[in-house]
């Protein structure tokens, strides 16, 4: 049999099922911590990504609309007025840019997602725009799941950029420091674990690591972020990740 030659530029999600799969209970106290308006319009391009996003959602009475174009997603957003836009740059009628500043003219307090499905995203422009959490496509997949960080930020009302979105501003000509990028990506993926609320023993699970080897790791992020337990570690590290205003 052939073997298949590796190819960095596609996602192989084959052996990271339990990594891809949010965390809803922990997503879910953030959004009841925060106090935003628990109502949710998703604007999402191409169709079949929006019927795939609304097949996760374990509350449909919070979605007051799903749709995949710019006007259509204005008209729910000035008839429900709610908390959250989740939005994809690309849409099938209009763009993601022009719709938040429409909303925005709307529902002064909207809080927004975006992300970023273009090849060349222009995430300046998100970030002009103040969007609290924006992540691209290419994140999508990776160990340290963007998608919970990005809504985390949108719920707390602060601002979280990807790693592939910062690196895309960066050479766009410009990317706020991040003080995390002194974790190596292992300890990044363990800090991101830890933030979702996992344990030694599951990211022990997920990792596929000894749970001795994961627990020396926590103590080497602890170390680094300088934090003397677990609950200053997430503490801290939700202020470094999340603290960031657009």
């Not at 009302?157 to 974790?183: F, I, N, W």
Request: one cysteine or more.
């Amino acid at each position: 049999m052939t073997a298949i030659p590796e190819q960095p530029e596609i996602a192989d999600f084959t052996n990271r099922f339990k990594q891809l799969e949010p965390n809803r209970r922990m997503v879910a106290s953030w959004l009841l911590s925060s106090e935003m308006r628990l109502k949710f319009v998703f604007a999402i391009a191409p169709r079949l990504s929006l019927a795939f996003v609304c097949t996760f959602v374990r509350q449909p009475n919070l979605v007051v609309g799903a749709v995949s174009g710019e006007e259509a997603a204005l008209g729910y957003i000035a008839r429900e007025r709610p908390g959250m836009l989740i939005c994809t740059d690309l849409l099938e009628q209009g763009n993601g840019f022009s719709l938040v500043r429409r909303a925005r003219a709307l529902v002064a307090d909207l809080r927004v997602v975006m992300v970023m499905q273009s090849p060349t995203p222009d995430v300046r422009q998100a970030r002009a725009l103040k969007i609290e959490g924006i992540f691209c496509n290419s994140d999508v997949g990776k160990p340290k799941f963007s998608g919970i960080q990005s809504v985390i930020a949108a719920c707390m009302g602060k601002s979280y950029l990807s790693p592939d979105a910062q690196r895309r501003l960066l050479e766009q000509g410009g990317v706020e420091e991040d003080p995390t990028l002194r974790l190596t990506p292992r300890e990044g993926e363990i800090l991101d674990l830890m933030i979702q609320g996992c344990s030694d023993r599951q990211i022990a699970e997920q990792l596929q690591l000894t749970y001795e080897t994961a627990r020396t790791y926590g103590k080497t992020v602890r170390r680094k972020l300088g934090a003397k337990s677990r609950l200053e570690l997430v503490g801290r590290a939700m202020h470094l990740v999340l603290g960031r205003r657009g």
